[in-house]
């Protein structure tokens, strides 16, 4: 059993930064975070292979959101910069204990943290 608790998100204007971590209560094969703005489907935004370090990330943030991982703290990090208003959403950490299913496919996640909220305003 791994339990995900995140902390971070909040507020900011276009262009501004925000950062959110997750720290897991036990060992991890993939962590990452999913968001999910009102009225639109949830969608995987990023994600690390804990052991490896291989990381992946969904078009619309490449190169403005960095996926990271503070091993002695077993604690995941999104460091969002040029932010959008587009990337408003709820976004929520979660985490596989081993390999299988599509990294991308919100039902291969077995672990999820509770959500924090980022908003971006315009």
């Known amino acids: 059993q791994v339990q995900l608790v995140e902390s971070g998100g909040g507020s900011v204007q276009a262009g501004g930064s925000l950062s959110v971590s997750c720290r897991a209560s036990g060992a991890t094969y993939l962590m990452g975070w999913f968001r999910e703005a009102p009225g639109k489907e949830r969608e995987g935004v990023a994600f690390i292979y804990t052991g490896r370090g291989d990381t992946y990330y969904t078009d619309s943030v490449k190169g403005r959101f960095t996926i990271s991982q503070d091993n002695a703290k077993n604690t995941l990090l999104l460091q969002m910069n040029n932010l959008k208003p587009e990337d408003t959403a709820m976004y929520y950490c979660?985490?596989?204990?081993?390999?299988?299913?599509?990294?991308?496919?919100?039902?291969?996640?077995?672990?999820w943290g509770q959500g924090t909220q980022v908003t971006v305003s315009s």
């Open positions: 979660v985490a596989k204990s081993g390999p299988g299913g599509n990294i991308w496919n919100k039902h291969s996640y077995r672990y």
